[in-house]
């Protein structure tokens, strides 16, 4: 039977990536409150030099905009460690999040029709 | 030279896609992603999953727990995000920061455990985020179950309980323009009723 998920989520004990808290010295909490898994976050024209690790990686990646899940998934950082990560990222202006769409003021009907007309073409 | 031309903003929107363990949710996003689904994952504590006892720090472990998600992009300046729940209850703590900020929800069903997704069903109904239940087929067998499932699930008629094969792009594609439509019909409803009051 092919339906069931091929990769399904699972608990596993600690394997051997980044150690979040070394990524983030230590810090575990974000300094942007409102920062979402699916907010894209994309680099500003700020060189990239004088950033090291983790930071200049995600920076590097945020060249094209990508959501704080991906930058997750495709650095293999862990979302907790990424979110302390792009804050310090816009504190110090390399990065600049971008908006998502709440569904709650009359543009966000706007874009919803957007993602009916774009999704009936796919 | 790092003069990079900074383009638009785009702006991205999140869907959830919830159900029980096996039940298709990574075949469901991956029908429909323009990439192959991607995995983050979140570190926890076994305190972060309610045990609060310090005599029992030496055992402390931590866990990893996974999504799953794919992407869709409609145009330069719209992004699309499905993301699927962890599958099993005893994750549910990761329900809120996944859930926090997403436009609705997919209720993934098999209508052969049905009981799987009450736990998905409840959460989204309590929190008045839009949903639509989607029993996915599983060897064909389930045309004649879409009212008896909405029976036993005791949504209430505006919810839409739809058929779907989780393998079948435009089955896929049809859920989530069944979901899209009902939640303009909200925004549309929650507007109108702005302007009256």
Redesign the interface.
């Known amino acids: 039977m092919a339906l069931n998920d091929p990769v399904e989520p699972e608990v596993e004990m600690e394997r051997d990536f980044v150690r979040p808290f070394l990524a983030t010295a230590g810090r575990t909490r974000s300094s942007l409150s409102d920062l979402r898994i699916e907010t894209l976050v994309e680099a500003t024209a700020k060189l990239e030099d004088g950033l090291r690790f983790e930071a200049a990686r995600v920076a590097k990646l945020c060249r094209e905009p990508n959501s704080v899940a991906e930058i997750s998934a495709k650095l293999k950082i862990p979302l907790g460690a990424v979110k302390v990560i792009v804050g310090d990222l816009v504190g110090s202006n390399h990065v600049r999040t971008h908006k998502t769409i709440e569904g709650e003021t009359p543009e966000d009907m706007q874009l919803i029709s957007r993602l009916i007309a774009g999704v009936r073409k796919l | 030279m790092?003069?990079?031309v900074?383009k638009k903003?785009?702006?991205?929107?999140?869907f959830v896609v919830a159900g029980g363990?096996?039940?298709?949710?990574?075949?469901f996003v991956g029908t429909?992603s323009e990439i192959d689904?991607?995995?983050?994952?979140?570190?926890m504590t076994s305190a972060s999953l309610g045990v609060d006892d310090t005599s029992k720090v030496a055992t402390k472990?931590?866990?990893?727990?996974?999504?799953?998600?794919g992407?869709?992009t409609?145009?330069d300046d719209?992004?699309?995000?499905l993301?699927?729940t962890?599958?099993?209850e005893r994750?549910s703590f990761m329900w809120n920061?996944?859930v926090?900020?997403a436009?609705g929800a997919v209720v993934l069903v098999d209508s052969r455990r049905l009981a799987d997704c009450f736990y998905a069903v409840d959460y989204f109904e309590s929190r008045k985020i839009p949903f639509v239940v989607a029993v996915?087929e599983?060897d064909g067998m389930v045309a004649h179950e879409i009212d008896a499932v909405a029976k036993a699930l005791q949504v209430g008629p505006d919810v839409h309980v739809i058929s779907c094969d989780?393998?079948s792009?435009d089955s896929v594609?049809n859920v989530?323009?069944d979901l899209?439509?009902v939640?303009?019909e909200r925004?549309?409803a929650a507007?109108a009723a702005a302007v009256t009051a």
Not at chain 2, 21 to 27: L, M, N, P, Q
Not at chain 2, 37 to 43: H, V, Y
């Open positions: 790092t003069d990079r900074v903003n785009p702006v991205s929107a999140k363990f096996g039940v298709g949710k990574t075949t429909i689904p991607l995995r983050t994952e979140a570190k472990t931590t866990t990893t727990v996974a999504m799953d998600f992407r869709i409609i145009d719209l992004v699309l995000y993301f699927g962890p599958g099993q994750f920061d996944l926090n900020g436009l996915n599983f989780a393998r792009r594609k989530l323009l899209f439509e939640i303009l925004m549309m507007n």
